[in-house]
């Protein structure tokens, strides 16, 4: 198995930076599941593991020659507080923007979600429900940030995520244009097309004055039952599952 040298350690320990994804094109899965999950999905640049993980793993089928590294190396590389013993380097996907690609298809769009948190589960909704494309406007957290693939569980490879800005690429689209609001109408009582793009706003601000004039639908998600006194609002990514999962349930 080949060494790494320190200038790649270097550059495997600076990918927890957007300034070093974006210039080397790389990023970071971590932990036995999210890198089993990926690896068939991405280019890989570097699959490094200890010796320890290396022999409780020796049956699988990797698909890559991996990079043998000391328990000690794993961790100063690593962005987590308990190392699992193997991470992979990945390539990001350069993909454009097909907006024709969009048409008669059901897409999620976010605007301005900054929890990793909440991308990343967003990310996970979007494979479950089936939704292929992920349109995130330039303000959102980095989906290629540790925390965002820690927390796609393995989705990332499987939702094409673009970036781009909303205000131009939604009325290109050419479908309806959902969002969530408090003076929407009931999502569970208003007549749903099957394709169309669902807006998703800030955690604290909601969906921005200029794309809330793109939409064409406003919903809004009611408490049960509707006079109860609730909570303010929903988390977003609750609220994007119970959203998508009455899109797909008509």
Known sequence: MQQLTNAEKK?????????SR?????????????????????????????DDWLRAHSALSLGVE???????DLERMS?????????AVLEIPVKALDVE????????????????????TIVRLCSWFGVETLLCSKGCADVYSPKVVQSTMGALGRVN????????TLPRIGEPVYGTFLDGKDLFHTPLTRSGVIVMGNEGNGVSEGVARLVSDRLYIPPYPADAEAVESLNVATATAITLARFRNQ
Request: aromatic residues 4%; glycine residues 10%; proline residues 5%.
């Open 66 to 72: 991996p990079t043998r590294v000391s328990a000690r």
């Open 22 to 50: 974006r210039e080397s094109g790389l990023f970071l899965a971590e932990g036995t599941r999210c890198v089993l999950e990926a690896l068939p999905l991405f280019g890989c640049r570097y699959l490094l593991a200890t």
């Open 79 to 87: 962005q987590q507080k308990a190392p699992q013993g193997v991470l």
């Open 11 to 19: 550059l495997v320990g600076s990918l927890g930076q957007a300034k």
């Open 101 to 120: 690609n969009l048409k008669g298809k059901l897409t999620v769009a976010l605007d301005t979600v900054q929890d990793p948190g909440n991308v990343g």
């Open 161 to 168: 995520v673009q970036y781009c800005d909303l205000e131009e």
